[in-house]
Structures are given as C-alpha cells and as structure tokens.
T-cell receptor
C-alpha cells in the first residue's frame, strides 16, 4: 500500500518555541492531506485539511495562526506549532489518500509526539 | 454534517470468543466505511472497509456488515487472539473524501 512518512517521531521543546512537523507521501501524490491531534485514550481529532497550492481549511476551534500549515508540493505538507505551550503537548498525526480510483484507504504517518516543557 | 457514534467504548472478551463493535452514522450520503486498528503509540492501520453498494465483507477472522437503511455498520472479529487487543475506530466518508471518526473502542482480549 501507499506510504506516508512523518518526521520527527518525537520532539521535546521549550515553551515559546516553534516546532515543524513534516508529512510526506512517498509513492503517490496527495493533493489533500489531513492533520489530526490525538490526546491519550481519545479519538482522532481533525485539526485541518491541507490543500496543495492553496490555504488549509481549519476545523472550528483550531487557531490557524497557532498551527500553520503549508502544502507546497503534491508530496509534502508541514504543520508548524508556533509559540508552543505545555497544553500543545499531544500526538499529531498526518494522513493522505491516494485518490486514484476514488474514495479509498486513508494512509497515516507514524505520528509525532510533541512534549512542550 | 455527518456524525458517527461508536459503541462500546471498551470491550473485554475471552480469548477465542467473538467481538462486535457497532457504529451509526447520520448522513445517508456517506458511501465509504473503513475500520482502523490502532495499537498504543502507533499509527492507525486499515483493517477492513466497505462501500455503500455492499452489505457485507469478510477477510479471514474479520468481517464488516452495513445496513444502509438503519445507517449502521459493525465490525465482527471471530476467534479473538491476544494480538487483537487495540483501539478500533470506525469512520464514515462523504464524497469529499474527508473521514468522520467514531470515538473508538478499546478491545481487551483476556487470556
């Protein structure tokens, strides 16, 4: 199946700094990627939909200036957590769909566990 | 918009027994229903999916059934094994390709 790679897997940063997470589709082109946040023992919470070549679509309650998303190419989307605070500590997962053939399997990256001190 | 409800939140079964997890959805236009398995600290992995033109699909010990009239779909795992222990998520998808997720079910297989 298709492969989505996410980097870094783990990141620890100081409060007030910014952290960038990369999501790459390795063997297919993804015009759309999805960014999720997952708290312990909870479901996946969609944060935003990343669209190649245009602005991301953010879900209600997600601050677009806080979570900057850039989808500059058909294989790369980035999420930047700006001025991170301890409450931003979470598991962030990206996903993408290989749209050839219509709606189908959503492939996930490995996830990035962010800890803000 | 679409809303997906998943039950139960936790399910504990004896090894070798069957497990059933149920989901309901609200939008009759949804046409794709996947089930994902997520082990602790890992990414969700697709285990089975079904489209709206099919009522049932089976893959070895795993099966999914879909009732479009009632707008619910279920995951069935037979002959459960310890490695089946994980969190399972159902989802529903509209034609815009975005998945709406259930809250998840933690499946515990007791030895």
């Amino acid at each position: 199946g298709a492969v989505v790679s996410q980097h870094p897997s783990w990141v620890i940063c100081k409060s007030g700094t910014s952290v960038k997470i990369e999501c790459r589709s390795l063997d297919f082109q993804a015009t759309t990627m999805f960014w999720y946040r997952q708290f312990p023992k909870q479901s996946l919470m969609l944060m935003a939909t990343s669209n190649e070549g245009s602005k991301a679509t953010y879900e209600q309650g997600v601050e677009k200036d806080k979570f900057l998303i850039n989808h500059a190419s058909l294989t790369l989307s980035t999420l930047t957590v700006t001025s991170a605070h301890p409450e931003d500590s979470s598991f962030y997962i990206c996903s993408a769909r290989d749209l050839a053939g219509g709606p189908g399997e959503l492939f996930f990256g490995e996830g990035s566990r962010l800890t803000v001190l | 918009g679409e809303n997906v409800e998943q039950h139960p939140s936790t399910l504990s079964v004896q090894e070798g027994d069957s497990a059933v997890i149920k989901c309901t959805y609200s939008d009759s236009a949804s046409n794709y229903f996947p089930w994902y398995k997520q082990e602790l600290g890992k990414r969700p992995q697709l285990i089975i999916d079904i489209r709206s033109n099919v009522g049932e699909k089976k893959d070895q010990r795993i099966a999914v059934t879909l009732n479009k009239t009632a707008k619910h779909f279920s995951l069935h795992i037979t002959e459960t094994q310890p490695e089946d222990s994980a969190v399972y998520f159902c989802a529903a998808s509209l034609s815009n390709y975005q998945l709406i997720w259930g809250a998840g079910t933690k499946l515990i297989i007791k030895p």
